[in-house]
Every structure is written in structure tokens, then in C-alpha cells.
Nanobody
């Protein structure tokens, strides 16, 4: 079973920043389309950002565009999400995901084969 492990979550005040990381030793993230999802209490899971396995520009959902930056570091085999200007509405459990066949085109309804267990991000005073 592939294991993706998120880290870097926590409690931050509105306007603050956090950097999430996702690491794995079970596959090479460079070969996969990778994404961050989140699920807020009482809401459905939603896609936040993704990077296609073919490269190219990342995709961001509108509510985080300009505030979040997704990146993939191939030598360390990690995926990151730099989150700036955080808002209370960003409070959620954040998940990283990877899939060998998907493409990053803004359609987050596609199935991702591999998932992390999630990490809590809370934006509050």
C-alpha cells in the first residue's frame, strides 16, 4: 500500500502562513499528477491545487489563487503547499493525492489512486 504522509499543519491566525509537505518513499512523485485537497467540517472534499505529471502550470481553485503556491521537489520526492494570507475559510483537513493517469486540468472529480491521511489546518484568532 502506497503511503503519503502530510506534515506542517497547525493553528495559525488570519493573515498568517503555513507550509504543508507531503512525502513518500513508495513512489516517485515526479511520475505522477499530484494534488492537494481539503475538507472542511460539514462540507464535501474539494480540490485545492494540482500539478500535472507532464509539467506545465499548476492549477488553483479560484478561492486560493494568488495566496497558495504548490510545488514539487523531485530530489527529495516531496510535494508542498505554501499557504499565505490564510483566512478562516481555509480551515480544513488537507490531503495530498497522487495518480499515475490523471491530468491536472481543473477537474478534481477524477479519481486519485493514492492519498495521505490528512492534516488539520485551523485558521482562527
Amino acid at each position: 500500500q502506497v503511503l503519503l504522509v502530510e506534515s506542517g499543519g497547525g493553528l495559525v491566525q488570519p493573515g498568517g502562513s503555513l507550509r504543508l509537505s507531503c512525502a513518500t518513499s513508495d513512489l516517485s512523485l515526479a511520475d505522477y499528477t499530484v494534488a492537494w485537497f481539503r475538507q472542511a467540517p460539514g462540507k464535501e472534499r474539494e480540490g485545492v491545487s494540482c500539478i500535472d505529471k507532464r509539467g506545465g502550470d499548476p492549477y488553483y481553485r479560484r478561492s486560493v489563487n494568488g495566496r497558495f503556491v504548490i510545488s514539487r521537489d523531485n530530489p527529495s520526492n516531496t510535494l508542498s503547499l505554501q499557504m499565505n494570507s490564510l483566512e478562516p475559510e481555509d480551515t480544513a483537513i488537507y490531503y495530498c493525492a497522487a495518480d499515475l493517469w490523471n491530468h491536472c486540468d481543473g477537474d478534481f472529480t477524477v479519481r486519485y489512486a493514492h492519498w495521505g491521511r490528512g492534516i488539520q489546518v485551523t485558521v482562527s484568532t
